[in-house]
C-alpha cells in the first residue's frame, strides 16, 4: 500500500473551513462544507474527502463554483420544492435543500426537494443522514458527471449517480444504504489503479465497450458499467436506477443530466450547449410517525436488523452486515485513531494551503 | 419451447373477472384484478399473469386471502398514509392506496403510502404506471415470500422485492422501470427450468450458499442472490435495495416483513409467530408542476430519452434501450397478436374453470 500520514478530523475539519473561507465562503458555510467532507474522510469514502478540495477550488478559480450562493426556492408546494443553489458547493446547497425536505415532512408528513445549479455534493450518505435526528427516512440522489455506458452503449452517458437511503432505529445503528449505481464505485478503481492491480469482470469496459479488467480503462476512453456489470447480470438493472437518479435530479428541478452534466474536473470544459443550469440533486424526507408510531417503528427496525444480523452464513464468511456497518466501523475506528491520507494527497494540501496562506495542522503522529 | 396456445386479452380478462365473482369478489374488484393480471400477460412477465390465478385462488380457499375487503385508511397526515387491506387481493388493494397517493398528489404536491395485511399485488409496473395519466411519477414497491438470502447469507430472508418507477414523457412512450432487485426475476428461472437449461452465474446459490447454474437449485433449498450476484459485483447493493423495498412495504406499514411474509403458496404455511399482518406495499405519487411545468419537463424527458436512443452501440447491439421498451413492444404484439399460454397454464385453467361453472373462451386459432 501507498504510504499516509494520520491526521485528527478537527485538523482537517479546521484546514478545511479556513480554506474555503479564503476562496471566499462565509464562515458558516464553510464550515458546513467541510463537516461533509470531514465526513467522508471518517467513513473511509476518501474519494470524497480532503482529497477533493482542491477540485472545487479549481472550479472556483475557473468561475464554475460560487463561493457566496443565493440559495433560493423558485418553486414549492407544501410536500415539495425546486431548489436553485445560484452554482454553489454542493455541500452547502446539499445540506440546504435538505433541510427543507425535513421541515416539510414536519408540516405535512413528507418533503421532496429537487436542486439544480449545484455542484458536488460529497457523499451521498451524509444529505440522507441529515433525516434521522428528526425521526425522519432520508433520501438522498445527485447526478454526476458522465462515466458510466447504459448497457449496449459505449458512450458514457451517466454519471456514478449515488443513492443514500438513511433509515431510524431504535437500540441498533440507523439503517444506511449508500450506494453508487454502478458495479463499484470510482474510488475503488483508484485504489486498484494505485496498487497496480486489474478490476475484476463487469466494472469497466473499454472505448469500444468491451468488457475490460484493466483499472485504468477509464483513463484511456473506457467506462464504467452500471451495477450488474452485463445484461446476463441485470446491468440494464443499475442502467435504470441511475437514469432515474439522474432523472429526479436533474430533468425535474431543470439542472443538467446524462451527457450534459458539467465535468467536476475544472481541466474539461463543460458543454457548451447545456440543456439546463449547473448539476443536480434530489432530497426527501418522511416522518416515521406520519405513518406509525415512531416507537412501534423504531422497535421492529431494531427486529429486522437483529434477525439478518443473526443469519446463518456461508462457510468461510463471518457475518452479514447491515447497510452501514462497514462505514460506521470506519467512523469509530478513525475518530479515535485518526484518518490516513495518502502522501500525494498530503503533499497538494500543503501545497494548496500555501498558496492561500493556511496551514495544515498534524495533531498526530 | 413448450407448446403454447393463443388467447386474446378479452378471452382472459373476461374468464379472470368470472372466476374472481365466483369465489366472492365484487364485480368492479374482480374486473380491476382481472386487468392487473392481463396487464402482466401482456407485458411478458407471464409468471406474474393469468399463470397465478389458480395460486390466489387456493390462498382464498385457506382462509388466506378475503374475497370482500373493507380497505381502511387507518392513519393519515397531508401527503402519507397507512392503509390496511383487510387481506385482500393485492390486486385489488394496489389499486386502491395507488389512487390514494395520486389524490394526496393533487392535493400537497406528493402522496405517499404504506400498505399492510394484503397479499400478491401482481406487477408492480401496474400501479406504478397509473400515477402517468395525472401527470404524476408513479413508484411502486412491494415485499415478498422469502427467496433471496443476503450477501454472505445462506438462509432465505427477502423476497425478489420488485421497484417500479414510471416517468411521464410527452411525444416518447413512457420510463417505466419494473425490476426486481434480484440479479434475475424468478419468472426467467422458470423459463430455464422448462428448457432444462442452466442459469448463469450468479442467479442463484445452493442450499450451503455456493454459487449453482442449476437452474433448479431454488426448488433443491437454494435461493436467489440479489442483484450483483456477489459482493465482487457489488451484490450488497441488490441486498440493500430489497431490503429498503421490505421495510418501507411493511416496516413502515406494519405488515409481516424478511422471513416472516407470508408464503404466496398455498401449501407453505405462514409463520405460526407473525411480526405483522399481511404483506406489504409502498406506493408514492408525485405531481410533475408540484416541481417544475408539466410541459417543460416533459419535453426534457423526450430530450433525455432521444440522447440515450440515439446512443452510439457495442459492436453486435442493434440499440440502447429505455426502460420500458421491451414490455411496450411486447404488450404491442400480444395486442394484436394474443397472448401466448403454456398448455399446462391452460389445462389449469381450464380445469379450475369447470370446478367453478367458469369457461375459458377461446377467440383465437
Given at each position: 500500500m501507498a504510504e499516509v500520514s494520520l491526521y485528527?478530523?478537527?485538523?482537517?475539519?479546521?484546514?478545511?473551513?479556513?480554506?474555503?473561507?479564503?476562496?471566499?465562503?462565509?464562515?458558516?458555510?464553510?464550515?458546513?462544507?467541510?463537516?461533509?467532507?470531514?465526513?467522508?474522510?471518517?467513513?473511509?469514502?476518501?474519494?470524497?474527502?480532503?482529497?477533493?478540495?482542491?477540485?472545487?477550488?479549481?472550479?472556483?478559480?475557473?468561475?464554475?463554483?460560487?463561493?457566496?450562493?443565493?440559495?433560493?426556492?423558485?418553486?414549492?408546494?407544501?410536500?415539495?420544492?425546486?431548489?436553485?443553489?445560484?452554482?454553489?458547493l454542493g455541500l452547502v446547497v446539499g445540506p440546504h435543500a435538505m433541510d427543507l425536505a425535513i421541515s416539510k415532512a414536519k408540516e405535512v408528513g413528507s418533503g421532496w426537494v429537487s436542486v439544480k445549479n449545484s455542484n458536488h455534493y460529497g457523499i451521498a450518505g451524509y444529505h440522507a443522514m441529515k433525516a434521522l435526528e428528526h425521526n425522519c427516512i432520508g433520501i438522498?440522489?445527485?447526478?454526476?458527471?458522465?462515466?458510466?455506458?447504459?448497457?449496449?452503449?459505449?458512450?458514457?452517458?451517466?454519471?456514478?449517480?449515488?443513492?443514500?437511503?438513511?433509515?431510524?432505529?431504535?437500540?441498533?445503528?440507523?439503517?444506511?444504504?449508500?450506494?453508487?449505481?454502478?458495479?463499484?464505485?470510482?474510488?475503488?478503481?483508484?485504489?486498484?489503479?494505485?496498487?497496480?492491480?486489474?478490476?475484476?469482470?463487469?466494472?469497466?469496459?473499454?472505448?469500444?465497450?468491451?468488457?475490460?479488467?484493466?483499472?485504468?480503462?477509464?483513463?484511456?476512453?473506457?467506462?464504467?458499467?452500471?451495477?450488474?456489470?452485463?445484461?446476463?447480470?441485470?446491468?440494464?438493472?443499475g442502467y435504470a436506477l441511475g437514469a432515474v437518479v439522474d432523472i429526479l435530479s436533474a430533468v425535474l428541478s431543470g439542472a443538467n443530466y446524462g451527457p450534459w452534466v458539467p465535468p467536476f474536473v475544472a481541466f474539461i470544459e463543460p458543454n457548451p450547449n447545456p440543456v439546463g443550469e449547473g448539476l443536480g440533486h434530489f432530497f426527501g424526507a418522511m416522518r416515521i410517525d406520519a405513518f406509525r408510531e415512531a416507537d412501534e417503528f423504531k422497535s421492529h427496525m431494531d427486529n429486522w436488523i437483529e434477525r439478518f444480523r443473526a443469519s446463518e452464513t456461508v462457510e468461510g464468511e463471518e457475518k452479514v452486515l447491515i447497510p452501514g456497518d462497514p462505514e460506521r466501523e470506519m467512523e469509530e475506528q478513525r475518530s479515535k485513531e485518526g484518518i490516513p491520507l495518502l502522501l500525494p494527497v498530503v503533499e497538494e494540501l500543503v501545497q494548496m494551503g500555501e498558496k492561500f496562506g493556511v496551514t495544515l495542522e498534524k495533531s498526530l503522529n
Open positions: 485528527s478530523k478537527e485538523d482537517l475539519f479546521r484546514f478545511t473551513t479556513q480554506l474555503l473561507q479564503k476562496i471566499g465562503c462565509p464562515e458558516s458555510e464553510a464550515d458546513q462544507a467541510a463537516n461533509v467532507l470531514v465526513s467522508a474522510d471518517l467513513r473511509g469514502v476518501d474519494s470524497h474527502g480532503v482529497a477533493r478540495l482542491s477540485g472545487y477550488v479549481r472550479l472556483h478559480e475557473k468561475g464554475r463554483l460560487n463561493a457566496r450562493p443565493q440559495i433560493k426556492t423558485v418553486h414549492e408546494t407544501p410536500s415539495t420544492a425546486v431548489v436553485d443553489g445560484d452554482l454553489g438522498s440522489l445527485t447526478n454526476a458527471s458522465p462515466l458510466v455506458s447504459p448497457t449496449f452503449s459505449k458512450e458514457r452517458l451517466l454519471g456514478t449517480n449515488p443513492i443514500s437511503i438513511a433509515i431510524p432505529t431504535k437500540d441498533q445503528p440507523p439503517f444506511v444504504l449508500d450506494m453508487a449505481t454502478t458495479t463499484a464505485a470510482n474510488g475503488k478503481l483508484e485504489v486498484l489503479q494505485r496498487k497496480r492491480e486489474d478490476a475484476p469482470e463487469g466494472w469497466l469496459q473499454d472505448k469500444e465497450g468491451n468488457i475490460t479488467t484493466d483499472a485504468k480503462g477509464l483513463i484511456n476512453g473506457g467506462s464504467m458499467r452500471p451495477l450488474g456489470g452485463d445484461r446476463e447480470h441485470g446491468s440494464h438493472k
